[in-house]
């Protein structure tokens, strides 16, 4: 099944405690990128990144890492989360510009709080 | 600074009408997207719309794009109880970056 997982779904942790979350697709994409949302603020883009070793900044970038070493992953990782970094997290993945289509799939979300 | 608008931000409906979701941008784009959330689910596509005049139609729920006056609509036909969920347009500007309005929650009575 096509799909873009990503883990844990759940996270509680404090304040400066370094975390990762995974993220994985199998349908040979691309294009991944990690987006953020919050109540009242829609989805916004804190990474992006078209192919192996290239990543780009979206919108809200700021405390934020990834790394793009594999074709199917795209980790996220807090160096030291704090609580304003409380929120939905969600990966996402599609074919790259040359198509053949533009679709953006979204894994089920990670709900991150930092205390 | 970019933007993209979505109007109304809120929307309850009687089922068997129609009504239009408006999203506005404020720079040049290659593509459009717009998508649904369920309550506490993940992000479903619903259409790609990719140049100006495009029209995609499934179900109730027909988008269009106008490039030239940086609007897409999503209307919805003769609304059912099952279209109640927020909808999201995303923008996809240049080097892939996406933006995404603030999403329209739409509540359809029945």
């Known amino acids: 099944e096509a799909q873009v997982t990503q883990n844990p779904r759940y996270l509680i942790t404090v304040t400066g405690k370094k975390l990762t979350v995974t993220c994985s697709q199998n349908?040979?994409?691309?294009?991944m990128s990690w987006y953020r949302q919050d109540p009242g603020l829609g989805l916004r883009q804190i990474y992006y990144?078209?192919?192996?070793?290239?990543?780009d900044k979206g919108d809200v970038p700021e405390g934020y890492k990834v790394s793009r070493k594999e074709k199917r992953n795209f980790p996220l990782i807090l160096e030291s989360p704090s609580p304003n970094q409380t929120s939905l997290y969600f990966c996402?993945?599609?074919?790259?510009?040359?198509?053949?289509?533009?679709?953006?799939?979204f894994g089920p979300g990670t709900r991150l709080t930092v205390t | 600074e970019l933007k993209v608008e979505q109007n109304p931000l809120f929307l309850s409906m009687q089922e068997g009408k129609n009504y239009t979701i408006y999203c506005n941008y404020s720079?040049?784009?290659?593509?459009l997207y717009w998508y649904r959330q369920d309550p506490g689910k993940s992000l479903e596509s619903l259409f790609v719309?990719?140049?100006?005049?495009a029209v995609k139609q499934e179900g109730r729920l027909m988008a269009s794009l106008d490039t030239k006056a940086r609007l897409s609509t999503l209307h919805i036909t003769a609304a059912v109880h099952d279209l109640s969920a927020t909808y999201f347009c995303?923008?996809?500007?240049?080097?892939?970056?996406?933006?995404f309005g603030k999403g329209t929650r739409l509540h359809i009575l029945p």
């Open positions: 719309l990719l140049s100006n005049g």
């Open positions: 349908m040979n994409h691309e294009y």
């Open positions: 996402a993945s599609k074919p790259g510009l040359a198509g053949p289509s533009y679709e953006q799939y």
């Open positions: 995303a923008v996809d500007i240049r080097d892939d970056k996406i933006i």
């Open positions: 990144s078209m192919n192996v070793e290239v990543t």
């Open positions: 720079t040049t784009s290659d593509r």
